[in-house]
């Protein structure tokens, strides 16, 4: 059996990715048991992998995974060695530029250097350098809205879905930079290996989503 090994992000994206998976028609009977971290059946043409999102692109890199669903913000930041496959319209939500209220992306831009808050230091330093901008990236594990209300950052590059913390924190959108989404990405080498297999999940897979 060519059996397919599927990374699955923990998280925001999880309940909607295993939500595709399970209404894919060939989808094998799995069991669900949030505690176990593989699931497996031995008849199963599939093995889940349940992994942090940000360790989806690299499991699907180094072929510990064929395939993989992830954000697409994780592939912008990590730049992992893989090909991204399809847009799976899950997970929908924005990558912006947010500053305080009182801000205007003018005066932001006009200040010379800024300083930026962010979960996303390489794809926030790309998108300064295609600005022209100079800026010191700050990198925060936690919350960053609060940030510019601290003084510690200028704006944050974060994602946004409802903008509902923003508008709490007293911050709103300067710009909309890229949208996202979950997608899915294969291995370099299974894509080879496995072609048959993989075009046929991903066939089905777009069935669902067009459904």
């Not at 008849?43 to 954000?71: C, F, M, Q």
């Not at 847009?87 to 005066?107: F, N, Q």
């Not at 800026?135 to 960053?144: A, E, M, P, R």
Request: net charge neutral; with cysteine.
């Amino acid at each position: 059996m060519n059996k397919l090994t599927i990374a699955v992000p923990t998280g925001r994206l999880k309940e909607e990715a295993l939500n595709l998976l399970f209404r894919m028609p060939h989808c094998p009977s799995l069991p669900l048991d949030s505690r176990k971290l593989v699931i497996e059946e031995e008849n199963s043409p599939w093995r889940i992998l349940l992994t942090h999102p940000k360790d989806v692109s690299t499991y699907v890199e180094y072929g510990v995974a064929d395939l993989g669903i992830v954000g697409k913000d994780i592939i912008l930041e990590r730049g992992n060695e893989i090909y991204e496959l399809l847009d799976l319209k899950i997970g929908l939500c924005v990558m912006v530029l947010a500053a305080p209220e009182r801000v205007t992306l003018e005066s932001l831009w006009e200040k010379g250097r800024i300083r930026i808050a962010t979960k996303y230091p390489n794809f926030t330093r790309r998108y300064l350098q295609e600005k022209g901008v100079i800026g010191d990236i700050i990198f925060l594990y936690g919350s960053i809205e609060i940030a510019p209300n601290i003084g510690l950052a200028d704006a944050i590059v974060d994602l946004v879905s409802t903008g509902k913390t923003l508008r709490e924190n007293h911050l709103r959108v300067m710009e909309e930079i890229v949208p996202v989404s979950g997608r899915l990405v294969v291995n370099r080498i299974s894509i080879k290996t496995k072609g048959e297999t993989i075009r046929n999940f991903v066939e089905e897979i777009k069935g669902v989503i067009r459904a």
